[in-house]
């Protein structure tokens, strides 16, 4: 069994950072991609950032210049680096890892961006 255990939200003020993190565990034996998806009310998910195995990296437009992708191999762990953000950062993000023969996802992590 995988888990995939995300932490980091909550509420910040416009302007403001957050880090999320992402960290697998359980019978996973090859990671590939790891990235960052995102979900308003009344929208569809989207991608925000994804890495490579290799440590390329891919963002949306929306996000580019304030957010940045990591992740650690050793540790099995994404990371998000949210800065300057705002209202409509506002969403459920949800982690997703590439296992090799299926996609693994958290279960979401509210990031609320209201002052």
């Known amino acids: 069994q995988v888990q995939l255990v995300e932490s980091g939200g909550g509420l910040v003020q416009p302007g403001g950072s957050l880090r999320l993190s992402c960290a697998a565990s359980?019978?996973?034996?090859?990671?590939?991609?790891m990235g960052w998806y995102r979900q308003a009310p009344g929208k569809e998910r989207e991608l925000v950032a994804y890495i490579s195995n290799g440590g390329s990296t891919n963002y949306a437009d929306s996000v580019k210049g304030r957010f940045t992708i990591s992740r650690d191999n050793a540790k099995r762990t994404v990371y998000l680096q949210m800065n300057s953000l705002t209202p409509e950062d506002t969403a459920a993000y949800y982690c997703?890892?590439?296992?090799?023969?299926?996609?693994?996802w958290g279960q979401g992590t509210q990031v609320t961006v209201s002052s």
């Open positions: 997703n890892v590439n296992g090799g023969l299926r996609d693994y």
């Open positions: 359980g019978s996973i034996f090859v990671i590939r991609a």
